[in-house]
């Protein structure tokens, strides 16, 4: 991405929140004037995306949770994943989960606060006998009055049409990073099949999130080129990672990133998709310290409209009761998110 001179930082910075703040995509000085804010910019930076975030979202605070349903063994090699059986790790392993169990999970998350609950299984698709207890784990967590969704792999339309009938809301697929920057981070499979299987579920109708991970050595750039690919397949929900280095992992050297370049990647994807609900989920704890600490608020301050409380895949997150008291402390009120159109 080139950047011109032509205009002043703080000039196309400010035409960069004026733009989001109208729903329109970001030209590129407005763009390069995000990325590349620093010092006594960035305070600037993030009271636009705040404005933005009060503009489209108010106070409302979007919770979701998930269970490991299938832990370990995965045949891909994401440079990030514990579960890549490439990597050599102490990360839990384990087969598909009984259905009941993962029933009892949803119906503990749902008295914690949260309204969605996703069923996520390691591998690249589900075998049939995974699907089988899926199909039935999405009935459960339906009965538990939570919206079902999953994130399984690549799904055909097939499947999707079973799982719908059994009570699926939403299909979580992440593409991680952007497409210039995949194949440095995984090499066992193609980026349109990911790009793909977005576009299948938001095809058929359904609640869709689709994100990435930060703080792979990927650049500013990369960030904007994920950001923009969103924006241009439709997505509306998005979940924010950063990076936890596992030892074992080809990313276990990697830093955690700062607070602060954490907050200047959500502002930059506030201000990029200003309509679309950015939930803050793994590595919330090691970047932006303990729960109901000032690194926790100044997610909101930065764009975040929504949080994934409860456990990760393979870590331990903060205890929901924190989350939900920094809620109350910061006046933000929890949305049903079961009842929010699903495309």
């Not at 000039?11 to 995509?25: G, K, N, P, Q, T």
């Not at 689709?210 to 050595?217: A, E, T």
Request: proline share 4%; aromatic share 6%; glycine share 10%.
């Amino acid at each position: 991405m080139s950047c011109s001179s032509a205009e002043n930082q703080q000039d196309s910075l400010d035409r960069a929140i004026s733009l989001a703040l109208e729903s329109r995509a970001l030209d590129r000085d407005a763009l390069c004037a995000v990325t590349g804010c620093a010092g006594s910019d960035l305070p600037r930076l993030f009271e636009g995306a705040r404005a933005v975030r009060a503009k489209y979202f108010r106070q409302d605070l979007h919770l979701c949770a998930i269970v490991n349903a299938k832990s370990g063994a995965c045949t891909e090699d994401c440079a990030f994943c514990a579960q890549s059986s490439r990597h050599k790790t102490d990360s839990p392993r384990h087969a598909f989960l009984d259905p009941q169990e993962i029933g009892r999970a949803a119906s503990a998350m749902k008295a914690r606060g949260a309204s969605r609950f996703g069923i996520v299984s390691s591998g690249l698709a589900p075998t049939e006998a995974e699907f089988a207890q899926l199909l039935e784990s999405v009935r459960l967590v339906r009965e538990a009055g939570l919206a079902a969704d999953v994130s399984v792999g690549v799904l055909s339309r097939e499947r999707l049409s079973r799982l719908r009938d059994a009570g699926l809301s939403g299909v979580h697929h992440n593409l991680e990073v952007a497409r210039s920057f995949f194949p440095q981070i995984c090499t066992t499979h193609d980026y349109e099949e990911d790009v793909e299987a977005v576009r299948l579920a938001l095809a058929e109708g359904f609640f869709v999130c689709s994100g990435g991970i930060f703080g792979l050595g990927e650049s500013w750039e990369q960030r904007a080129e994920l950001a923009l690919t969103l924006r241009e397949l439709g997505v509306s929900n998005v979940p924010m990672n950063f990076l936890m280095p596992i030892a074992g992992t080809r990313m276990e050297h990697r830093p955690v990133l700062s607070a602060a370049e954490a907050l200047h990647i959500l502002a930059l994807f506030r201000l990029m998709l200003p309509t679309a609900n950015l939930r803050v989920c793994g590595g919330r704890g090691p970047v932006f310290g303990p729960a109901g600490g000032e690194g926790q608020q100044q997610l909101f301050a930065s764009g975040a409209s929504g949080l994934m409380i409860g456990d990760y895949l393979t870590l331990a997150g903060s205890a929901p009761e924190a989350d939900l008291a920094l809620a109350r402390e910061m006046g933000l009120r929890i949305v049903d998110s079961s009842v929010e159109p699903e495309a």
